[in-house]
């Protein structure tokens, strides 16, 4: 079965700063998707950014990026020039693609504060 | 585009009574997702819907817990009897046919207290 962990239970960061949030995943599969998802307090997912297993390429949307290591099964993300809205869970999410069934499995979170 | 939307948003109830949440998902989408979510943890998929079959519901407590999603559009999720254990946010999401290809989006949840 596939496992997402999470090993940051919070994490804080200065406005304006760089801040690295960590996910590993353990799966047999060769082909499948990440994403990261961002909780704000009004609890509803948002999709931060996804990577494909298949692209060499690190995803990047504005300032949010990642760095996927694949032989490591390691799927970080790095927000850059942290903002005050920035804070909230954040999710590391996997998902499969073989078969219908395909199922998300998430990480347990990591709450991200941004102070002054 | 309208996004996911789930009613109630907070429900409140004693434990062995009955509850149900309803779900209504983007235009489109034929993949549904019901999701549980207990305090300080991850969400859980709970059910998982192919237009109005079941592909999965693998983790659905089936001596309580119930669902289904007619005409493969609308879905409901159904507790009966709530224990104080299932207190959590329940979370539906929905995403295109090839549900494997794109992420789900998701609506804001409702926030279930058992006492």
């Known amino acids: 079965a596939q496992t997402v962990t999470q090993s940051q239970p919070e994490m804080s960061v200065q406005e304006a700063e760089t801040v690295t949030l960590s996910c590993t995943y353990d799966?047999?599969?060769?082909?499948?998707?990440l994403f990261w998802y961002k909780q704000p307090p009004s609890r509803q997912m948002i999709l931060v950014i996804r990577q494909e297993a298949y692209k060499q390429q690190n995803a990047t949307e504005n300032r949010f990026s990642v760095n996927f290591q694949k032989a490591a099964k390691s799927f970080s993300l790095k927000i850059s020039d942290s903002q005050l809205g920035d804070a909230a869970m954040y999710f590391c999410?996997?998902?499969?693609?073989?078969?219908?069934?395909?199922?998300?499995?998430f990480g347990t979170g990591t709450r991200l504060q941004v102070t002054l | 585009e309208a996004g996911v939307a789930q009613s109630p948003r907070y429900k409140i109830i004693e434990k062995r009574q009955s509850v149900a949440f309803w779900c209504n998902p983007i235009?489109?989408?034929?993949?549904l997702y019901w999701y549980q979510q207990i305090l300080g943890q991850g969400p859980k998929l709970l059910i998982q819907f192919q237009n109005n079959g079941v592909v999965d519901d693998s983790q659905l407590p089936k001596d309580r817990f119930s669902a289904e999603r007619l005409k493969g559009v609308d879905s409901t999720l159904k507790i009966q009897p709530a224990k104080l254990e299932d207190s959590a946010v329940y979370l539906c999401?929905?995403?295109?046919?090839?549900?494997?290809?794109?992420?789900?989006?998701f609506g804001q949840g409702t926030r279930l207290t058992v006492v």
């Open positions: 999410a996997y998902r499969t693609v073989t078969g219908t069934a395909s199922k998300l499995t």
């Open positions: 999401a929905s995403s295109l046919v090839k549900a494997t290809r794109t992420e789900a989006f």
């Open positions: 799966t047999s599969e060769s082909d499948y998707y």
């Open positions: 235009s489109g989408h034929a993949t």
